[in-house]
């Protein structure tokens, strides 16, 4: 465990490029010894911008008229999912915006079962490892969704500043409920996942080194963050002129973010994310050096893609070839890492947690 103090220290170092090497070899070193080289691959899908919420800082928040609405057809979402498998993907993630309504439920436990059932091979016997991200539902949902196949669930938190949170989304959304859902998740064994955004206007050092140490309070399996991006349509486009201008530095704290999150949680499983491609080029590549070992490439079809900008500047590009695949592993492999297409590549300190708790059981 890090204090406080020494996170602060950490995130500090983003402004001086020598420190900030520094941090990138230890947090890379720490990176081998507890995960390995190894770099898990996601497929992304995309299945629906349809969100009932109007957090004030996303492009497809409810309030925005501009996006064009979509839910993939479950076919459309099925036969994504089997190519991606056939790719040599061995997990994907699903995600859409939030809906509770009884037929959205009911549709994502149908494709998710779909898809467990369609994936399976002697290599894969249980088929696909499927994430899901469709935001805060009840207990009894979460429990059906596992029920249906999935086993790993991500939620971000945003920021673990009750207040910050307040500030960026509305009344109804609370700090509460996100963080109840989160425990609700774990409580049913999902692997679960969180994050924040890096970068919010407010939000200090401080705030930061508090998110690092949320994830180590509520031992935490994954996590995936990234730099708040403005998007003109949204209520926080007022903030944007001076979040752009700090756009350089909230790379290198959200570099060094990564970089604390895998000294403080040496075993989970960190994404490099597309928002630290969008601020920067190579910014995925980067964050697998400074600590994250899993990439989620979008599935989702061209066509559809610019309808899920979350922010501004989200890549529209095919990622899914297998020519960009193929480029992936080539980048992977410039750093002294590989891809690896074996089994689910499930959080290790999920799998340890599981130990301790059968030995507890028996002892
Ligand atoms: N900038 C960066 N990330 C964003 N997200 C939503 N809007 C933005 C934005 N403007 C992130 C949130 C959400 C995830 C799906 O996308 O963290 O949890």
């Not at 898809?115 to 009840?138: A, H």
């Amino acid at each position: 465990m890090l204090s406080l103090k020494e996170i602060k220290t950490i995130l500090r170092s983003a402004d001086n490029p020598e420190l900030l090497n520094e941090i990138q070899s230890r947090a890379e070193a720490i990176t081998i010894q507890n995960v390995g080289p190894a770099i898990y691959l996601r497929a992304l899908i995309e299945f629906s911008n349809i969100c009932g919420c109007n957090c004030y800082y996303c492009g497809i928040r409810k309030s925005n008229p501009f996006p064009q609405r979509y839910l993939m057809k479950s076919k459309e979402i099925i036969h994504l999912a089997v190519s991606a498998a056939k790719q040599g993907f061995t997990s994907l993630v699903l995600q859409s915006g939030e809906r509770k309504d009884p037929a959205f439920i009911k549709l994502t436990e149908q494709i998710i079962r779909e898809i467990k059932k369609e994936t399976q091979t002697k290599y894969l016997p249980k088929g696909l490892g499927i994430t899901l991200s469709v935001g805060e539902q009840t207990q009894e949902t979460y429990q059906r969704f596992f029920e249906a196949g999935a086993h790993r669930y991500l939620l971000r938190i945003e920021t673990s500043s009750p207040k910050l949170f307040t500030l960026i989304h509305p009344p109804e959304q609370t700090y509460t409920s996100r963080l109840r859902a989160l425990k609700n998740l774990k409580a049913i064994g999902y692997q679960v996942g969180t994050g924040v955004m890096i970068g919010l206007p407010s939000q200090t050092l401080e705030d930061l080194a508090a998110d690092i140490q949320f994830f180590q309070d509520i031992d935490i399996d994954m996590i995936g963050m990234g730099p708040y991006l403005p998007h003109p349509d949204t209520p926080m486009n007022c903030w944007s002129n001076e979040t752009r201008a700090r756009q350089e530095s909230i790379y290198h704290l959200s570099l060094a973010m990564i970089a604390a999150a895998r000294l403080c949680c040496p075993k989970t499983n960190i994404a490099s994310t597309t928002a630290l491609q969008t601020i920067a080029p190579g910014g995925r590549i980067q964050g697998l050096r400074f600590g994250a070992n899993v990439l989620m490439p979008q599935t989702t079809p061209s066509s559809i893609r610019a309808n899920y900008l979350l922010y501004e500047g989200k890549p529209c590009s095919d990622e899914n070839s297998e020519q960009s695949l193929h480029e992936l592993e080539k980048q992977v492999l410039s750093i002294g890492r590989k891809l690896s297409l074996d089994k689910w590549g499930d959080s290790l300190r999920f799998q340890e947690r599981k130990l301790a708790h059968q030995s507890i059981l028996k002892n």
